[in-house]
């Protein structure tokens, strides 16, 4: 009885691992299954996954030989997903889309397309030169670009009715268009609840219920470049901060102004506070004046209960005129098995026409001159009074290199510090904000000594 | 002859082939039905636990192998790192104020749902309710209500003409907003000493009012006593929650530019500043060694709360020395 289990067991074995070694090899004509991981930036809501989903059928239907599948994160949790996904040897194929913040995060990651674009002999013409140039870094490519999303002034007509102003000029080129021409308009734009705005005497700053000046959206780094500073606070070698002086100081002593000396802007508990459902004073139809990027215009559906539209980037003291921009991309893992076919389905998605549907679902603006007008036809069917030849007018703006989310090392750190240090001037108003920078500039200069000290 | 010697000498004759006596078949038996939680224990928490407590040895940042480092995590934790002071301060503060006041809370609860009165099934059943929500919804639902300009706390306060605080929009606020709403799950702790109380003979509250005790006398000299286990039992397993509070910190600070645990760090709760560690900042070495000095804090003070508990806590029938 014992015997004839044992032989029984033996025979399973043997059979099985015959089995296995004869079905274990892929079989020739078997696809390749290319991953594409959606959560460094827009893409993961339902409808986006949905319709990325139906893309990916469309190639796996047009494609034999190789089959792409997206797998999504959500934006809070893409850095534990996927660096889990790494240490779990899991590593996708291609991130897609991805930011320049996403690109910086694991910034060693990624690896050169230049190689395959040059073998290729691809054809890069068609897309804005600032959009290109904005994924070149010094020691490699990283991707082509998808879409940009530049900045505008956002402004509130309504409110501007109101107050009996004139709008905010349309188009570049206007002189006169400076932030401390904003920052004048918002003196009367800033109500307190009895109705005062900033040049009355009776005006009561703790009172406020519309802003003038909703201020910048983006990082603290979006800010130094409009007073001439580097966006990144450091020197060329990333070796020494330099986030004390020059912009960064200016773009520090702007922000504190506008919330505690002319009281046209909100704290960082006004910003905090949920506005009707809105995210922020614009949006809630309380803030007459807001820097932010094209994506927010994508928004608007769900706030439209004010008419808007859009003016230029002001000019900084210097006349420096910077247009902070997000940008989407693609990018292909080092760990990859696959490179080769990671760039054949990075290429099939940046074509025109598949561009700019993703962009349709993601709610960026195609990175393609040869799409830009129908971007704009197409928008302004939606939004027939808004000017949004405008976000197009402000790539040729764009802070491509260096980029306001652009690497530097150990960047969470940094970043987290510089946010901390804005906000530490948006929450306190008895902060000088030439301390504040120079605590800053310490903070940062122990995590470059940190970084190269590990190298 | 005596009776050893039988045993020996049987033995010693026992044939090789002798089926497995009751008692070792029972035992294998045991292990095997045990085995499941065993084999899952080692490899779902030892072995990362043994993982980990290499790892915190090491520089790690998930895209390159580890570099072994010696000691460096720790040191830099405790002579370089102000921000592991800062964490743990903003969780002894939270703790110190949270977990008394989830045990009286929980307690007078209790008490107030052990009464004989109509409908107490159905308060019970509310006060218990909201703990069983979980952490997320939690956060949110609390986040709208300490909304400075639209929530309904602020508003309940300006109507009696209190200007209420920024909450978890401010860094003043924001840990006292988050005590706050700690006491929304004490439903939990409730029904434990609900089902402690219970558990006290009514003999000897009829033979105290005999005796004359009033009703604070009797909770002093009777209930108290008879539930300090159950205490024992809440702090214990609050100390331990609240050194591993996470959840909602996470859901309400998530998005911020700033990072986790805004405003101002004011809510960098110490398993938030680990996570960020391990997960924002890719530093998977220095994460691990404060996962383990948090372990250590964490056994150190349950073992305080044990030896402290000989002289507060009574167990019925217990011969004290």
Redesign the interface.
Known sequence: MKNNLFKMIALFVAVSTLLAACGGAPAAEEPTKITAFVGFGAGSDPDSMEALKKIAQEFNDSHKDIQLEFTFSTWEEHSAKFSTLLAGDLAPDLAFPIGIQGIAEFYDEWIDVAPYIKEDNYDTSDFFGPAVELLQYPDKTIGLPLGVYTSVIFYNEDLFDKAGLDYPPSAYGDPNWTYGQVVELAKSLTLDENGNDTNSPDFDPTKITQWGWAGWDGPFRTIPGKFGGNPLGMDAEYKTAEMNTGGYLEGAQAIHDAIWKTHVSPTSEDLDSSFGGADNPFEGGLSAMWESFSWIAYAYPTFNNFNWNVAPIPAGPNGDILSPTNADTFAISAHSKNPQQAWEVAKWLIEPEMLSRICGILGCMPSRKSLADTWVKDMSTEYPNVNFQLFVDSIQYMDASPNNEEWVPNYQKVWDATENAADTLRTDGNADPQAVMDALDTEVQGYLDEYWASK | MKLENIKLRNNSAKPASQPMSMRRREALWGYIFISPWLIGFVIFTLGPMIASLLLSLT?YN???PPVFIQLDNYIKLFTGDPRFWHSLGVTVKFALIAIPLNLVFGFVLALLLNQNVPGVAFWRTIYYLPSVIAGVAVAILWS?IF????GILNWLLSLVGIDGP?W????DWAVPALIIMSLWSVGGGMIIYLSGLQSIPTAFYEAAELDGANALQRLFYITIPLMSPVIFYNLVIGIIGTFQYFTEVYVIT??????LG????STLFYNVYLY?N?????N?GYASALAWVLFVIVLVLTLLVFRSSALWVYYEGELRR
């Open positions: 520089n998930i895209t390159t709208l909304n400075p300009r639209f920024g978890l929009a401010s860094p998530a998005t911020a530019d700033t990072g805004g405003p101002l760090e960020s391990a997960f924002r900042y890719l998977m």
